[in-house]
């Protein structure tokens, strides 16, 4: 069975400082999507970044960057250059392929980050 | 541009009343989500469906039953509510089978059971 693991419950972090969040899976499929996603305090879900197990480069969507390690089964999503407005709830999340029916989408249960000025 | 829908976006229920949540996509979307989110949590997979009629359990079912009666609602509901069903629920669709990309979630319906 897939299974998403967050070990980092809270972070704190200086405003201009990179930041790494972890993140590992757990899944017998070789084809696998993995994403980041981000719950500011008003509660919406936004979409960060998406990375394929096939993907042969790490994927980057601005100062959002993913490492994905396959081996080690870890995805852990990098924020350059924090600012203020990062300060929110970040969860990652495995999509397995679907054989007959839609994909099985799970959580993992989401780290706090906390930016300083 | 609409996107997901859910209604309502808060309720209170007394133990045992039952009740049912709304969603409706207007992206011609071909699977859809129920998850919920306790304080402080990550989100937990009730159900999700792949397309009209079909659906299938998530990570936390009992005490739910959904119903995708067309392409474009996703229905979640409490037969009889219990205080451990006080959550957020938030629906998510997405274009489907083969696709790769992120889910688009609705806003989110706060559900308090007394």
């Known amino acids: 069975a897939q299974k998403i693991t967050q070990t980092q419950p809270g972070m704190f972090v200086q405003e201009k400082e990179a930041v790494t969040l972890d993140c590992t899976y757990d899944?017998?499929?070789?084809?696998?999507?993995l994403f980041w996603y981000k719950q500011p305090s008003s509660g919406e879900m936004i979409f960060l970044i998406y990375?394929?197990?096939?993907?042969?480069q790490n994927a980057t969507e601005g100062r959002y960057s993913l490492n994905f390690q396959k081996a080690r089964k870890s995805a852990n999503l990098v924020i350059s250059a924090s600012q203020l407005g990062d300060s929110a709830m970040y969860f990652c999340?495995?999509?397995?392929?679907?054989?007959?029916?839609?994909?099985?989408?799970?959580f993992g249960s989401g780290t706090r980050l906390s930016i300083r000025p | 541009n609409a996107g997901v829908t859910q209604t309502p976006k808060f309720q209170v229920l007394k133990t045992g009343q039952s009740m049912t949540l709304q969603c409706a996509q207007d992206?011609?979307?071909?699977?859809m989500y129920w998850y919920r989110q306790d304080p402080g949590m990550g989100l937990r997979l009730i159900y999700y469906?792949?397309?009209?009629?079909?659906?299938d359990k998530g990570e936390v079912p009992n005490g739910y039953n959904v119903s995708r009666l067309n392409k474009r609602e996703f229905s979640l509901r409490l037969e009889s509510a219990a205080p451990s069903q006080t959550s957020v629920y938030f629906c998510?669709?997405?274009?489907?089978?083969?696709?790769?990309?992120?889910?688009?979630f609705g806003e989110g319906s706060r559900l308090t059971v007394l």
């Open positions: 899944t017998s499929d070789p084809s696998y999507g």
């Open positions: 990375q394929g197990s096939y993907d042969q």
């Open positions: 992206m011609n979307h071909n699977s």
């Open positions: 469906s792949a397309s009209e009629g079909t659906t």
């Open positions: 999340a495995m999509r397995e392929p679907p054989y007959s029916s839609a994909s099985k989408i799970i």
């Open positions: 998510a669709s997405s274009p489907g089978q083969g696709f790769t990309g992120e889910l688009f």
